[in-house]
Structures are given as C-alpha cells and as structure tokens.
C-alpha cells in the first residue's frame, strides 16, 4: 500500500486488510455515499496506478482526522448536488453565488428595518410607546 501522507501507525505495525474488488458504479448502486476522493471507473484497469477506497475507521487509523477534516464541506456539497438539478458537488460558481446572494439578503434584512426605525424621532417614539 502506498499512500501519500504519513501513517500515525509504526512502519513495522501488522494490519489485517481484508479486501474485495467492485465494479465501477457499485457504491452509487447500493447508497452509499462517497466521502473524500473518488469512486471507480472503467480507466481503473490492470495498466493504470493502483487505487483504493477505504472506510471512515480506516483513514481515521491510518490518517488520523487530516483526511477527514474536508468531509462536512463535501457532505454539504453532495446535499445540494442531490436536491439540486445540475449541480455539481464542487461547482465552485454556484457556491459562491449563492453564498453572495445569502448575505445580500442578510444584509438587506438588516439595513431596511435599521433605516426605518433611523427615521423615527425618539421622543415620540417615547411618549407614544
């Protein structure tokens, strides 16, 4: 096994992995979800670099919580891909827009009542209040 980042395990440390080969497709068919990186495809083949997919517990063992620490990002981004047609889980364009049209209307929501109630003497607001 190769990995790119360093192993919170010592480097003579036994690990039993017990593995099984899947199609490409197979976790999107049974429902379950993708949390970091990718799933299979048909590029995926004898000549290709060698790839794996590994479960939470794993990449938390081997890893620690650096891998895990983008999941709440790529949770949200599959949320609105799946509710939302056409979205994709990292179109980055849509994010922003929408960020920027929510504290636009944040904003709004704030400065309109802020401006009316400027207009208003106190007095009278006192003394009819």
Known sequence: MITTGPSLLPGDAAVP??????????????????????????ADGADAPRVMIVSPATARKFWGDAILSAVPFQALGRAVSSLVFGVRVHDAATFTFVAVALVSVAFAACL??????????????????
Do not use: C, E, K, Q
């Not at 049974?30 to 048909?42: A, E, F, I, K, N």
């Not at 009278?124 to 209040?129: D, E, Q, S, T």
């Open 112 to 129: 309109i009542p802020a401006f009316r109630a400027s207009r208003v003497d106190p007095l009278v607001a006192l003394r009819h209040g």
């Open 17 to 42: 992995i017990d593995w099984r080969s899947v199609s490409p497709g197979y976790f999107n068919t049974m429902g379950v979800p993708l949390l970091h990186g990718r799933d299979s495809t048909d």
